[in-house]
């Protein structure tokens, strides 16, 4: 095991005295910290591809907060379709529900299923107007599998519609 990750373990578990890791000062204390992965991460390791939005339409892209660079939830307005990245192969959703409040063509509060079974379960704060569109500040997507474990992913996003 490295020193940095014994390190991290160490601090993680109030154990920073322990004679085997050099003292570390605050600052490096949290540097460290910082730049750990988290050891099971469900964000999948390519998002989705590139979506097409027709004239006229709108849709709801979501990103994962935890790792921005990874596009993992596509949604075309009044489509009661949607599109999630988790492993490898994106799951194809088809919504049960919606609820909450409504912001352009879409809700707060959404849930989905999956063919084999899962339960994904959307729910969005919606924030700052932009042309086109709407910032989604702060989201979570909850997936439940068959066996009643669930995953918990924390998003960001935007509303985007194609003007005419």
Same mark, same amino acid.
């Given at each position: 095991?490295?020193?940095?990750?014994?390190?991290?373990?160490?601090?993680?578990?109030?154990?920073?005295?322990?004679?085997?890791?050099?003292?570390?000062?605050?600052?490096?204390?949290?540097?460290?910290?910082?730049?750990?992965?988290?050891?099971?991460?469900?964000?999948?390791?390519?998002?989705? #591809?590139?979506? @097409?939005? %027709?004239? +006229? *339409?709108?849709? $709801?892209? =979501?990103?994962?907060?935890?790792?921005?660079?990874?596009?993992?939830?596509?949604?075309?307005?009044?489509? #009661?379709?949607? @599109?999630? %990245?988790? +492993? *490898?192969?994106? $799951?194809? =959703?088809?919504?049960?529900?919606?609820?909450?409040?409504?912001?352009?063509?879409?809700?707060?509060?959404?849930?989905?299923?999956?063919?084999?079974?899962? *339960?994904?379960? $959307?729910? =969005?704060?919606?924030?700052?107007?932009?042309?086109?569109?709407?910032?989604?500040?702060?989201?979570?997507?909850?997936?439940?599998?068959?066996?009643?474990?669930?995953?918990? $992913?924390?998003?960001?996003?935007?509303?985007?519609?194609?003007?005419?």
């Amino acid at each position: 095991m490295n020193k940095t990750l014994a390190a991290s373990i160490a601090i993680a578990f109030g154990l920073a005295g322990c004679s085997s890791t050099p003292e570390l000062s605050p600052a490096e204390q949290r540097a460290i910290l910082l730049s750990q992965k988290p050891a099971i991460d469900s964000v999948p390791s390519s998002g989705l #591809g590139p979506q @097409t939005v %027709a004239v +006229g *339409e709108c849709a $709801l892209f =979501l990103w994962s907060k935890t790792d921005t660079t990874k596009f993992i939830f596509f949604s075309k307005a009044l489509s #009661g379709v949607a @599109t999630f %990245a988790q +492993g *490898e192969e994106p $799951l194809t =959703l088809t919504q049960t529900s919606a609820g909450g409040d409504i912001f352009g063509q879409f809700n707060t509060r959404t849930q989905y299923l999956a063919l084999d079974g899962r *339960e994904l379960n $959307l729910s =969005l704060e919606p924030g700052e107007v932009m042309i086109d569109g709407q910032r989604i500040e702060d989201g979570l997507i909850r997936l439940n599998d068959a066996e009643g474990w669930q995953t918990v $992913l924390p998003v960001v996003g935007v509303r985007a519609c194609q003007p005419e």
